[in-house]
């Protein structure tokens, strides 16, 4: 999903794991323009349901460029 710049509060769901349906996690983010968030759902163990939001990578867009950023 695309997002503005900012302070951003997203809700994530984990996937299904072993029939048990996912479940929503909050977390906030600051978003900087021109970079690509790659977000996971990181298990406390293979067989649980807790887990937690984790950035796994940030990379930068090429040919972005943030309007109104000086030349």
């Known amino acids: 999903m695309k ?4 302070r951003r ?3 994530l769901q984990s996937a299904t794991r072993k ?9 906030e983010l600051d978003v ?3 970079r690509r968030y790659y977000v996971n759902a990181q298990f406390e163990a293979a067989m649980g349901d807790a ?5 796994a ?3 930068p867009i090429p040919g972005c460029k943030v309007p ?3 030349k």
């Open 19 to 27: 029939g048990t349906p996912g479940t929503d996690r909050t977390v």
């Open 51 to 55: 887990w937690k939001p984790v950035v």
């Open 3 to 6: 997002l503005e710049p900012g």
């Open 9 to 11: 509060t997203i809700v």
């Open 68 to 70: 109104g950023a000086p």
């Open 57 to 59: 990578r940030v990379e």
């Open 32 to 34: 900087e323009p021109c």
